[in-house]
């Protein structure tokens, strides 16, 4: 299938911990955010995002949190399964323009 | 249910050779996008399409072209194949709700020999 890069950081966590996976975005103006998760062989999949407006947004089992002082966003996945091994990034998008921005990722491990 | 195919999903070709990749979405989606997926760069944007007639370039378009035709269907086209546009190509598509999520297809591994 597919593969995504094999060099990205990696988070290796226990299964039924909590996930923490961070993220720093690079233009000012972005207004919206979205985290997409890439399994192997797959297409990014589209998670959860959050509006400049909102410091922090809740999905099942995901949070997502942003700071706007220090451009940074995080990805909170609670209870962490096995399934939940994939390849997570960021992407910013800025009102008004299509181009989104995406980060280069990272792979989370679950270890059962 | 809707949905966004590729194909094909794999595919060989030889330097020097025209090759042609089809995305089809049962969206409805306006916007159409293609993307470039390799080790260490994450997703590139190649070309895009905000609707029927529209293409615009993005940031690594030479070397392919797109046409839009159909709100359906955005087939990128590399005109005569490099070993650098050895990849993985993802297609995707977003509504106009001001969502701007993007919905990816399962992508098109490329060999150029």
């Known amino acids: 299938g597919e593969s995504v890069g094999l060099h990205l950081p990696t988070l290796s966590v226990q299964e039924g911990d909590n996930s923490i996976i961070n993220c720093a975005y690079s233009?000012?103006?972005?207004?919206?955010f979205i985290w997409y998760k890439q399994e192997s062989g797959k297409g990014p999949q589209f998670i959860i995002d959050?509006?400049?407006?909102?410091d922090k947004r809740q999905g099942q089992r995901v949070t997502v949190l942003l700071n706007k002082t220090v451009k940074h966003l995080s990805l909170q996945i609670a209870a962490t399964q096995p399934g939940d091994s994939a390849v997570y990034f960021c992407?910013?998008?800025?009102?008004?323009?299509?181009?989104?921005?995406f980060g280069a990722g990272t792979r989370l491990f679950v270890k059962a | 249910d809707a949905e966004i195919t590729q194909s094909p999903r794999h595919k060989i070709t030889e330097t020097g050779r025209q090759v042609t990749l089809a995305c089809h979405q049962t969206?409805?989606?306006?916007?159409m996008f293609w993307y470039r997926q390799d080790l260490g760069h994450g997703l590139r944007l190649i070309h895009y399409?905000?609707?029927?007639?529209?293409?615009n370039k993005g940031e690594v378009s030479d070397g392919y072209s797109v046409s839009r035709s159909n709100t359906e269907d955005l087939p990128l086209t590399l005109e005569s194949a490099a070993s650098s546009q050895t990849s993985v190509y993802f297609c995707?598509?977003?509504?106009?709700?001001?969502?701007?999520?993007?919905?990816f297809g399962p992508g098109t591994r490329l060999t150029v020999l």
């Open positions: 399409s905000y609707g029927v007639q529209d293409t």
């Open positions: 969206w409805n989606h306006n916007n």
């Open positions: 233009n000012s103006a972005s207004d919206y």
């Open positions: 959050i509006r400049s407006n909102m």
């Open positions: 995707a598509s977003s509504d106009d709700a001001g969502t701007d999520t993007q919905y």
């Open positions: 992407a910013e998008n800025e009102t008004g323009g299509f181009k989104t921005i």
